[in-house]
């Protein structure tokens, strides 16, 4: 992968770890206003995840990379979105859009890192969709 620069968010933790990892995937927007994007499409997806902590596990691991690849890459690698439970036709708040993936990517990696005794928090998930267009996202606090 190429090596790229993302938006880096501003924290006063310790350690801070990125994983770069990517996957290709298909999708639709079933909504009206999505124009083409309403018919099933694929990407080719490059996804960036960073998190940050103060300390590190039994291992000397803040997380392990394998685990965030993990997390995305297993579960979403060669599917439809659309089909997967994180994502439904009922509200714009679930269907598939860059932003609402970005969202669903850091719902599931913190959900993980709850799990950890080291409490290591996800501050941002950035999501290329194509090589001109990407979102980033970036919980509040009240999200943790």
Known sequence: MMQQI??????????????DLQFAAAHYVPHEDAGVCR???????FVNVTVVGND????????????????IHK?????????????NEETADDFPTTEVVARKFW??????????????RCLQVFLRETPTSYVVFRPRKEDF
């Not at 993302?6 to 994983?19: D, F, I, M, T, V």
């Not at 590190?56 to 997390?71: A, H, M, R, T, W």
């Not at 579960?75 to 994502?87: C, G, I, K, P, Q």
């Open 39 to 45: 018919r099933l499409h694929g990407h080719t997806y």
């Open 75 to 87: 579960r979403f690698d060669h599917t439809v979105l659309n089909e997967d439970t994180a994502f």
């Open 56 to 71: 590190l596990n039994e291992s000397g691991f803040l997380v392990n990379f394998k685990d965030i690849k993990d997390l």
């Open 107 to 120: 719902e599931i990696v913190q959900e993980a890192l709850n799990k950890m005794p080291n409490r290591p």
């Open 6 to 19: 993302y938006p880096a968010p501003s924290h006063s933790y310790r350690y801070e770890l990125n994983k």
